[in-house]
Nanobody, 118 residues
Framework: QVQLVESGGGTVQAGGSLRLSCAAS????????MGWFRQPPGKQREVVAT???????NYADSVKGRFTVSRDNAKNTAYLQMNSLKLEDTAVYYC????????????WGQGTQVTVSS
């Protein structure tokens, strides 16, 4: 069973930056797609960014140009660099892995809170 652990969340002022990390218990990022999701207070979870097995990235329109997803296969870790943070970026952020065998995001981390203050 793969375990994902997010870290790097916290409170930051608007305009600031944070880098989230997602550490996997095994070598999974190189063989599967992964994604970052978030759930703002009182709202549904939404996709923030995805990276395919081959490294192709996609971003939600709301974060394009501000967020960057990356991974280090040797460290079994994925990252979400978040710059120019806005109040509306406040949410619990999750990383997840989509297995090629199922096509669904089967593995999820526990989430890390990001709070952007004015």
């Amino acid at each position: 069973q793969v375990q994902l652990v997010e870290s790097g969340g916290g409170t930051v002022q608007a305009g600031g930056s944070l880098r989230l990390s997602c550490a996997a218990s095994g070598s999974i990022f190189g063989d599967n797609a992964m994604g970052w999701f978030r759930q703002p207070p009182g709202k549904q979870r939404e996709v923030v960014a995805t990276m395919s097995r081959l490294g192709t990235t996609n971003y939600a329109d709301s974060v394009k140009g501000r967020f960057t997803v990356s991974r280090d296969n040797a460290k079994n870790t994925a990252y979400l660099q978040m710059n120019s943070l806005k109040l509306e970026d406040t949410a619990v952020y999750y990383c997840a892995v989509r297995r090629d065998t199922t096509g669904t995001y089967d593995y999820w981390g526990q989430g890390t809170q990001v709070t952007v203050s004015s």
